[in-house]
T-cell receptor
Framework: ETGVTQSPTHLIKTRGQQVTLRCSSQ?????VSWYQQALGQGPQFIFQ???????GRGNFPPRFSGLQFPNYSSELNVNALELDDSALYLC?????????????FGQGTRLTVV | AQSVTQLGSHVSVSEGALVLLRCNYS??????LFWYVQYPNQGLQLLLK??????LVKGINGFEAEFKKSETSFHLTKPSAHMSDAAEYFC???????????FGTGTRLTLIP
Protein backbone atom coordinates (compact mmCIF):
# COMPACT_ATOMS: atom_id res chain seq x y z
CA GLU A 1 0.00 0.00 0.00
CA THR A 2 1.50 3.32 -1.09
CA GLY A 3 1.28 6.15 1.41
CA VAL A 4 0.80 9.86 0.77
CA THR A 5 3.65 11.32 -1.25
CA GLN A 6 4.42 14.98 -1.81
CA SER A 7 6.76 16.74 -4.20
CA PRO A 8 9.05 18.52 -4.09
CA THR A 9 10.39 18.09 -0.57
CA HIS A 10 12.04 21.50 -0.50
CA LEU A 11 11.52 24.63 -2.56
CA ILE A 12 12.88 28.17 -2.55
CA LYS A 13 10.93 30.92 -4.30
CA THR A 14 11.15 34.68 -4.57
CA ARG A 15 8.46 37.00 -3.24
CA GLY A 16 5.81 37.63 -5.91
CA GLN A 17 6.38 34.34 -7.71
CA GLN A 18 3.91 31.48 -8.06
CA VAL A 19 4.37 27.92 -6.80
CA THR A 20 2.71 24.55 -7.35
CA LEU A 21 2.96 21.74 -4.84
CA ARG A 22 1.87 18.20 -5.62
CA CYS A 23 0.36 15.36 -3.65
CA SER A 24 -0.48 11.76 -4.43
CA SER A 25 -3.07 10.36 -2.08
CA GLN A 26 -2.88 6.99 -0.38
CA UNK A 27 -4.35 4.14 -2.39
CA UNK A 28 -8.13 4.03 -2.02
CA UNK A 29 -8.40 7.54 -0.53
CA UNK A 30 -10.59 9.97 -2.47
CA UNK A 31 -10.38 13.03 -0.20
CA VAL A 32 -7.35 15.30 0.02
CA SER A 33 -6.76 18.13 2.49
CA TRP A 34 -3.96 20.68 2.55
CA TYR A 35 -2.48 22.27 5.65
CA GLN A 36 0.06 25.03 6.24
CA GLN A 37 2.42 24.62 9.20
CA ALA A 38 4.47 27.69 10.05
CA LEU A 39 7.61 27.20 12.11
CA GLY A 40 6.72 26.39 15.72
CA GLN A 41 3.00 26.24 15.03
CA GLY A 42 0.35 23.60 14.52
CA PRO A 43 -0.96 22.86 11.03
CA GLN A 44 -3.65 25.23 9.75
CA PHE A 45 -6.36 23.88 7.41
CA ILE A 46 -6.22 25.47 3.95
CA PHE A 47 -8.83 23.51 1.99
CA GLN A 48 -10.10 20.07 1.11
CA UNK A 49 -10.93 18.42 -2.21
CA UNK A 50 -13.42 15.65 -2.86
CA UNK A 51 -14.63 14.51 -6.28
CA UNK A 52 -12.44 17.15 -7.89
CA UNK A 53 -14.24 19.99 -6.14
CA UNK A 54 -13.31 22.15 -3.18
CA UNK A 55 -15.13 20.84 -0.12
CA GLY A 56 -14.35 23.24 2.69
CA ARG A 57 -11.86 26.05 3.09
CA GLY A 58 -10.00 27.58 5.97
CA ASN A 59 -9.11 31.22 6.50
CA PHE A 60 -6.77 31.60 3.54
CA PRO A 61 -6.93 34.21 0.74
CA PRO A 62 -7.97 33.32 -2.83
CA ARG A 63 -4.36 33.33 -4.02
CA PHE A 64 -4.27 29.87 -2.42
CA SER A 65 -6.01 27.55 -4.85
CA GLY A 66 -6.04 23.88 -5.65
CA LEU A 67 -7.01 21.09 -7.95
CA GLN A 68 -7.90 17.45 -7.62
CA PHE A 69 -7.52 15.05 -10.52
CA PRO A 70 -9.55 11.95 -11.43
CA ASN A 71 -6.89 9.73 -9.84
CA TYR A 72 -7.43 11.71 -6.59
CA SER A 73 -4.01 13.34 -6.68
CA SER A 74 -3.98 17.05 -5.91
CA GLU A 75 -2.11 20.30 -6.42
CA LEU A 76 -1.82 23.35 -4.23
CA ASN A 77 -1.10 26.61 -6.05
CA VAL A 78 -0.03 29.81 -4.38
CA ASN A 79 0.15 33.04 -6.38
CA ALA A 80 1.94 36.28 -5.51
CA LEU A 81 4.07 34.64 -2.84
CA GLU A 82 4.68 36.57 0.36
CA LEU A 83 7.43 36.07 2.93
CA ASP A 84 4.84 34.80 5.43
CA ASP A 85 3.99 31.94 3.06
CA SER A 86 7.24 30.29 4.13
CA ALA A 87 6.10 27.11 5.87
CA LEU A 88 5.80 23.34 5.72
CA TYR A 89 2.85 22.42 3.50
CA LEU A 90 1.23 19.13 4.42
CA CYS A 91 -1.09 17.05 2.33
CA UNK A 92 -3.41 14.55 3.98
CA UNK A 93 -5.65 11.95 2.39
CA UNK A 94 -8.57 10.03 3.81
CA UNK A 95 -11.35 7.80 2.57
CA UNK A 96 -14.74 9.43 2.32
CA UNK A 97 -16.78 7.80 5.00
CA UNK A 98 -17.96 8.22 8.54
CA UNK A 99 -17.17 11.37 10.42
CA UNK A 100 -14.16 10.78 12.61
CA UNK A 101 -12.06 9.01 10.02
CA UNK A 102 -8.44 9.94 10.47
CA UNK A 103 -6.28 11.46 7.78
CA UNK A 104 -2.91 10.14 6.63
CA PHE A 105 -0.22 12.74 6.08
CA GLY A 106 2.64 13.05 3.64
CA GLN A 107 6.10 14.19 4.69
CA GLY A 108 5.41 17.74 3.55
CA THR A 109 6.96 20.32 1.25
CA ARG A 110 9.17 22.92 2.91
CA LEU A 111 8.61 26.22 1.06
CA THR A 112 10.96 29.13 1.68
CA VAL A 113 10.07 32.52 0.23
CA VAL A 114 12.94 35.01 0.01
CA ALA B 1 -16.44 26.45 16.57
CA GLN B 2 -14.56 23.40 17.68
CA SER B 3 -10.96 23.87 18.80
CA VAL B 4 -8.28 22.41 21.05
CA THR B 5 -5.81 24.00 23.44
CA GLN B 6 -2.54 22.35 24.37
CA LEU B 7 -1.12 23.43 27.71
CA GLY B 8 2.65 23.60 27.76
CA SER B 9 4.62 24.17 24.59
CA HIS B 10 7.60 22.27 25.99
CA VAL B 11 7.72 19.26 28.32
CA SER B 12 10.91 17.58 29.51
CA VAL B 13 10.94 14.18 31.20
CA SER B 14 13.61 11.69 32.19
CA GLU B 15 13.83 8.39 30.37
CA GLY B 16 11.55 5.93 32.17
CA ALA B 17 9.37 8.65 33.68
CA LEU B 18 5.67 9.25 33.09
CA VAL B 19 4.74 11.35 30.08
CA LEU B 20 1.69 13.62 30.40
CA LEU B 21 0.76 15.98 27.57
CA ARG B 22 -2.33 18.10 28.09
CA CYS B 23 -5.14 18.89 25.66
CA ASN B 24 -8.46 20.58 26.31
CA TYR B 25 -11.18 20.84 23.70
CA SER B 26 -13.99 23.23 23.02
CA UNK B 27 -16.93 21.73 21.22
CA UNK B 28 -20.69 22.18 21.20
CA UNK B 29 -21.22 18.60 20.05
CA UNK B 30 -19.50 15.30 20.97
CA UNK B 31 -16.06 15.73 19.45
CA UNK B 32 -13.82 13.44 17.47
CA LEU B 33 -10.31 13.90 18.86
CA PHE B 34 -6.87 12.82 17.73
CA TRP B 35 -3.27 12.84 18.87
CA TYR B 36 -0.60 13.03 16.20
CA VAL B 37 3.19 12.88 16.53
CA GLN B 38 5.67 14.70 14.30
CA TYR B 39 9.35 13.82 14.16
CA PRO B 40 11.82 16.39 12.78
CA ASN B 41 11.36 17.07 9.07
CA GLN B 42 8.50 14.59 8.87
CA GLY B 43 4.76 14.66 8.38
CA LEU B 44 2.23 13.76 11.06
CA GLN B 45 1.64 10.22 12.27
CA LEU B 46 -1.55 9.21 14.06
CA LEU B 47 -1.00 8.02 17.63
CA LEU B 48 -4.62 7.45 18.60
CA LYS B 49 -8.16 8.71 18.13
CA UNK B 50 -11.34 9.12 20.18
CA UNK B 51 -14.63 8.47 18.41
CA UNK B 52 -16.92 7.93 21.43
CA UNK B 53 -16.60 4.13 21.48
CA UNK B 54 -14.55 4.13 24.69
CA UNK B 55 -13.27 6.87 26.96
CA LEU B 56 -9.82 5.30 27.41
CA VAL B 57 -8.11 5.01 24.07
CA LYS B 58 -4.93 3.02 23.51
CA GLY B 59 -2.63 3.97 20.69
CA ILE B 60 0.69 3.03 19.18
CA ASN B 61 4.06 3.06 20.95
CA GLY B 62 2.51 2.60 24.40
CA PHE B 63 0.57 5.87 24.41
CA GLU B 64 -2.99 6.22 25.64
CA ALA B 65 -5.44 9.05 26.24
CA GLU B 66 -8.56 9.43 28.34
CA PHE B 67 -11.57 11.43 27.23
CA LYS B 68 -13.10 13.30 30.18
CA LYS B 69 -16.24 15.16 29.25
CA SER B 70 -16.57 16.79 32.66
CA GLU B 71 -13.13 18.34 32.26
CA THR B 72 -13.31 18.78 28.45
CA SER B 73 -9.91 17.12 28.33
CA PHE B 74 -8.12 14.50 26.25
CA HIS B 75 -4.67 14.23 27.83
CA LEU B 76 -2.01 11.94 26.38
CA THR B 77 0.01 9.69 28.67
CA LYS B 78 2.72 7.06 28.54
CA PRO B 79 3.84 5.25 31.69
CA SER B 80 7.53 5.08 30.83
CA ALA B 81 9.18 7.45 28.39
CA HIS B 82 11.76 6.26 25.87
CA MET B 83 14.37 8.34 24.12
CA SER B 84 12.63 7.64 20.80
CA ASP B 85 9.53 9.49 22.08
CA ALA B 86 11.27 12.85 21.66
CA ALA B 87 9.12 14.67 19.10
CA GLU B 88 6.36 17.26 18.65
CA TYR B 89 2.88 16.15 19.67
CA PHE B 90 -0.35 17.67 18.35
CA CYS B 91 -3.88 17.34 19.60
CA UNK B 92 -6.60 17.83 16.98
CA UNK B 93 -10.38 17.93 16.68
CA UNK B 94 -12.57 17.22 13.67
CA UNK B 95 -14.17 20.38 12.27
CA UNK B 96 -17.00 18.87 10.26
CA UNK B 97 -18.36 16.12 8.07
CA UNK B 98 -15.35 16.34 5.76
CA UNK B 99 -13.06 15.35 8.63
CA UNK B 100 -10.93 18.48 8.35
CA UNK B 101 -8.92 19.03 11.53
CA UNK B 102 -8.22 21.93 13.82
CA PHE B 103 -4.86 21.41 15.49
CA GLY B 104 -3.41 22.68 18.73
CA THR B 105 -0.15 24.59 18.78
CA GLY B 106 1.82 21.48 19.73
CA THR B 107 3.94 20.29 22.66
CA ARG B 108 7.60 19.51 22.17
CA LEU B 109 8.63 16.52 24.26
CA THR B 110 12.29 16.37 25.25
CA LEU B 111 13.86 13.33 26.89
CA ILE B 112 16.55 13.67 29.52
CA PRO B 113 18.96 10.71 29.54
Amino acid sequence: ETGVTQSPTHLIKTRGQQVTLRCSSQSGHNTVSWYQQALGQGPQFIFQYYREEENGRGNFPPRFSGLQFPNYSSELNVNALELDDSALYLCASSPRGRTGTEAFFGQGTRLTVV
Amino acid sequence: AQSVTQLGSHVSVSEGALVLLRCNYSSSVPPYLFWYVQYPNQGLQLLLKYTSAATLVKGINGFEAEFKKSETSFHLTKPSAHMSDAAEYFCAVILGAGNQCSFGTGTRLTLIP
